[in-house]
């Protein structure tokens, strides 16, 4: 667990939360799912840190150590994230019966692209009370939001120019991917704003999934 002040916070946002959605039960696993998910990464952190340790042997195959740790890392942050939108969804619903869980991405407040038969994310964030379009907000204004959906992207749905850093401290010869760029410019020079390192991608991970759910929380804790 990320900490005694997440259980904290957890218990007293479902009690919060609870009794204003129709389905009660869902709105405690889905706020337990986003403390979980920030746990996952708390546990990953340390896990990945172990990289940097001399019993770590140059034969150990750290190119697939690193993807399995990024992918892990962007989408438990995601998931945490998208977990504390569903929460959202519901407590704005009046209906039990839903088919899927609202993500972030269906609560943007600069997506006006309607689904058929249905409201565009932009609708359903105008339906938000507060102080929940203020979290939303910032979430999608969050750059490492940006960055960190980017790479999930990449890394669950296609493949991505990678390369092994090189370097004698710290987490030397950890792989690096470029976000955003296409394999068909791998022969082409790459910005170098488009790399990020793995030990680099899972902090930020973390501290997104953390920052963020906590203000969730917090929030929660708060409303009446």
């Known amino acids: ?132 379009q203020s979290w939303v907000r910032d979430v999608h204004s969050d750059p490492r939001y940006a960055r960190v959906l980017r790479a999930r992207h990449a890394l669950a749905h296609s493949s991505v120019p990678e390369e092994v850093t090189s370097g004698v401290a710290g987490h030397a010869l950890r792989w690096r991917f470029a976000i955003g760029a296409d394999l068909d410019t791998v022969n082409i020079s790459i910005p170098p704003a488009a790399w990020i390192g793995s030990r680099q991608l899972v902090l930020e991970c973390a501290e997104l999934a953390t920052d963020r759910v906590r203000g969730f929380l917090e929030a929660a804790a708060e409303w009446e």
């Not at 479902?14 to 869902?26: D, M, Q």
């Not at 690193?66 to 504390?84: E, G, P, V």
């Not at 038969?117 to 359903?124: E, F, K, Q, V």
């Open 1 to 132: 667990m990320p900490g005694p002040d997440f259980e904290r916070l957890r218990v007293v946002a479902s009690r919060k939360l609870e009794p204003k959605a129709v389905s009660p039960r869902a709105i405690s696993h889905l706020v337990a799912a986003s403390v979980r998910a920030v746990g996952a990464l708390k546990y990953l952190v340390a896990l990945d840190d172990v990289l940097d340790a001399p019993s770590w042997s140059r034969a150990d195959p750290r190119d697939m150590v690193d993807a399995a740790h990024t992918r892990w890392a962007t989408a438990s942050a995601i998931s945490a994230l998208d977990a504390c939108a569903a929460v959202l969804g519901r407590v704005h619903s009046p209906s039990s019966a839903v088919k899927f869980e609202t993500d972030l991405r269906g609560l943007d407040p600069a997506s006006t692209k309607k689904k058929a038969g249905g409201l565009s994310a932009a609708d359903r964030f105008s339906k938000l009370r507060a102080p929940w």
